[in-house]
Structure formats: C-alpha cells, structure tokens
C-alpha cells in the first residue's frame, strides 16, 4: 500500500501541504508546523498510508515541500 | 579620520552552533544574534537551536559578558502565533536582550510581553521617516542593506539632532551590515525563490537560484547573448574591512556580520579582523598594510570574492565569478576526539578521514572550545614520533583545554 512519509522536525511551517490537501494536513497552532492527520508516529516521523487515487496529488505536495521532507513511497 | 571617534560601534557577530558562538566571543564580538525553531531567516540550517537552548545560549553570553539578540524575523501566519508567543516568553525569561522582528505580529506580541524589540533588515528601513515610526516600538533598527555611507550618516545624524529616543527612552541605535553575503534583491522583497521552487526566502528557506549561472536567450532568434559573466544574479559579498573608518564615522552605534549559516572557523576570523581593524581605528593606527593583512585573512574564510557593497554608490555589477566560495584555504575534516589526558594536557584523536602530516596546519573546533588553529610542528602517532598519520591511527598532541568527542580536528589546506 502506498504511503507518505512527513519527517515533522524540519518543518517550517510554510502551509503548501495544507493548501494542496486540506483533507490530509493542519497547521498545528501549538507549534505552527505542519500535522498529517491520522499518521503513525514514531520518533516525530509521521507515516500515512494512503490509496492509489491519493498517490498522484500527494506527489505533488511532496514536490511542493520547500524543504522536501514529504515522501510518497 | 576627520574627527577622533571615542567610543567604537558595537561589534556583532552571527551565530549557528555552539561553536560558532564560543568563536564569535573567541574573536571579540560585543553582541551576537541567533535564531531558534523555524521562524528565523536560516530555518533550512541543519543545527538550528530550539526554544530548549535559550538557557544555555543565554547563560555563556552573559558570563563572558556579552548581549544576545534572537532573530525572530521570518513572515509570521496565524499558525505562528503560538510559537512566537512561547519563544518571545521563553527569551525574555532567560534574559535574552531583544528580538530582531519585522513582522508587526512579532512586535506587538514583545511590546505585550515586555520585551525589547530591535527591527530588522527585512523590514528595509531607508529613510528618517520609516526610523522614526519603529522608534516607537524598537530602540534598534538595523537599516536596509541597499544605502550608501552617506545616507546612513544622514539618517543617524538626524537621530542625534532631533534627539530620536527609542521606545525605552534611550537614544535610537542604527545597525548596519559590514561583511558578509548581499542579495541582488532589496531584503525581505525578494520572491525568487518562492517563485520557483516554492521555497520563501521570506520564511527562511532561499534557495540562493540567483547564485547559479545564467544565460540569455533571445526567443525570437534562439541567438544566445554574450554576457562577460553567467553569474548575472549573484553579487559578491559584502566587506568593509578597508573602508571601516568610514563606516564607523557615519554614527552607526553597531555594525553587524552576516552569516548565521556559516561555520565556526568563518564567524572566528570575520569577527576578529573587524575587532582588530576597530581598536585600530580607535588608537589611530588603522594602515594599509593592516588592511591588507586583514583582508588576505578574510579571504581564508567562506566568501563569494569582496566587493563595498552598496556604500560607496557604485552601480551593481560586482558579480561573483563562482557559484560557491573562492576561499583561498579549505578545511578538511580529520578526526574526531577521542581521549584526554587532563594531567600533561595532551589530546588524543582518532583520524578517521584522509591523513595528516608534520608540519600541518591543523584547526580542532568543538561546542566548548569554539576554534583554536595550531601548526604541526611535532606529530604522535600511535604513541610515537612520526610523519604521517593516515586513516585508523590515533595522534597525540599537547593541547590545554579538555576535549570530547564533539571536538572534531581539521586540516587548513590551499583551495
């Protein structure tokens, strides 16, 4: 099944996720860096695994990312 | 010198690491600045602080008796409140002596909280008016990079006649840039990066596409114009190392050095040739030949070749000829420490990369020690007098103060 990957702690908050895929993605007003709802965590790297029809749209906010720490795999 | 100046500018140097701070108080800096999080102008930094070293950051400046300032200077959204909140609260609970802010969110939030305010160069203050309007809310403004001398001079001689005060009361200080990188664009108004790549420069995340090679292309004809450099976005970084008189002559109360990004052994040399050129000035000795001496040594560091910037009015075109760094020394990453032996103080390291040989100029650079360079003259290894050392041996060499593994040693090569 295919899955996004978010490594959080490099985050700097810049929105782009949440723009693309408001379903996926929130601000987080705690820290203002950017939460992949519904994701495993472990060791503040968030995994979602996520359908076929997701894969296309969430490699674009990964390529979005300014500092690249979205993966699709 | 057209008239003697009795107290020098502040000197403040940047700092990224642990290292980098020891080697900016190592150098002589009055002051240094810092960001934490993401919300600063190098959040793409690999060893950013957090909000939990504002402590530590705070506690070695003010024993080696020192201002820090913390940068917190990025656009701010609403999703960034919360943290600017926690951080301002966290800085001024550690005594950390003002925030460099351009957002009007970061400036209201310190005036709530009490905090100094110095306002930033994204801000890109040029002008009397401007300085008087943040002289309510800051005691410091640090001018945009693009002004000449001259207009700095005007603007910090205006403060001193219309006796400008700060929001403290206290008379309005100026900060300007000496050394360090310079953009093509005005501060804080550049959107090249978020153009194409979706990267803000404004959020601390430049990309620097205007440091590559460019060619130009008339689409008509597909004929490739003729251009004497590619590099036609990227100037040459700032210094001001052999026009330093002037600078300290316009009034400006601190003169700062760019280069949080940068490493130990950058913020180490930078800082201390400014330190050395301002006590110069000062006892009246400020020669060519220092001058000279001084800028050789600049370019042993980081540096897109020199140019005065903007202060002299000279029309851009001071375009680098690389993409990167023509520093004329590279550092070479040797080993790391590995044990000390604190009764005959010698260090011991593990060479863990390449080799080194007698007669080396080395440069160890750690958290603790900041930079301490060292010629080779005697070279241990394995416990006994050699040449060379190469990959799995271990050095010895006679060295005062207590290391530990995070003290890395590196070879000072030509580059």
Known sequence: ?73 | MKKSILQLPELLSPVGSYESLQAAIQGGADSIYFGVEQLNMRAKSVNAFGVEDLEEISKICKENNIKCYLTLNTVIYDHDIQLAKKIIKEAKKQGVNSIIASDFAIIELCRKEGMPVHISTQANVSNLESVQFFSQAADVIVLARELTLKQVEQICGNIKRKKIKGVSGEKLKIEIFIHGALCMAVSGKCYMSLHTQNASANRGACTQNCRRPYKVTDLETNEELVIDNEYIMSPKDLCTIDILDLVVHTGADVLKIEGRGKSADYVYTVTKCYREALESIREGNYTKDKIARWTEELSTVYNRGFWEGYYLGRKLGEWTPDPGSIATTKKIYIGKSTKYYPKIQVAEFLVESGSIKKGDAIMIIGPKIGVVKEQLDELYVNGVVSNEAKKGDKITLPFKDKLSASDKVYKIVAN
Do not use: F
């Open chain 1, 1 to 73: 099944m295919p899955r996004i990957i978010h490594y959080r702690g490099k985050c700097i908050g810049c929105n782009i996720c949440y723009e693309m895929q408001a379903d996926m993605w929130r601000m987080s007003k705690k820290d203002g860096k950017a939460t992949l709802l519904k994701a495993k965590v472990k060791k503040d790297i968030y995994m979602l695994e996520i359908n076929n029809e997701q894969v296309e749209l969430s490699k674009r906010t990964a390529n979005a990312c300014p500092v690249k720490i979205i993966k699709v795999l």
